[in-house]
């Protein structure tokens, strides 16, 4: 990565924002958070439940090691924490909480708005080691990871050392360039996306 992360001029490493969003399926053991079935409220069915308290305890494992993480399905999240949320684009295997040992979680992780710089890149690599090792963790063709790309609002040295990075957005003309391109290559966009992104 760190190729690519020198070869942008400072100016420019600084006046985009971007943020990733990561998909992937967390196997848990259903006896650890079988529980959580007997809390809260009837409307929710025992498997909503399980995996909420799951999602839970990916965020509570996350805070309890420093990362800064939004708290479950909370109504407004903070651009700058981490969010941790269901993925429910992601195609899993059915299991039976009565039957079954293990469960499969389908995870977005989504980062914060982060500028192009080292600390950024570090940040995220950090988080996913971490997961990779507190979790049992599996990708399948329904998974993907998503990157969104913002223009900062403040000047670009200001921003480059804020915590909150609002967008500018970006010109009409950038609009209808990006559009024209999609719509001109749709076709070989989709050859490059698995059927599952398909829409």
Known sequence: MARFRDALPNGVRTLYTFGVEVEFIINFKIADFITAINTGSFRHSAQWKLLRAVYEHIINEMQSN??????YLQNHNDSSYWT?????SIA????DMAKDEWGGCPVRLVAP?????SPSFDLINNVLIFLNQQFVIVVNASCSLNVRVGNIAADKDEAAGSKDLQSL????TTVENLLSFIWL???????IHPPSRIS
């Open 84 to 88: 941790v949320k269901p993925a429910t």
């Open 66 to 71: 420093g990362f800064l993480v939004n708290t």
């Open 185 to 191: 290559f749709q076709l070989q966009l989709q050859e």
């Open 169 to 172: 957005g970006f010109s009409l």
């Open 92 to 95: 899993t295997e059915e299991f």
């Open 113 to 117: 708005v982060m500028t192009y710089r």
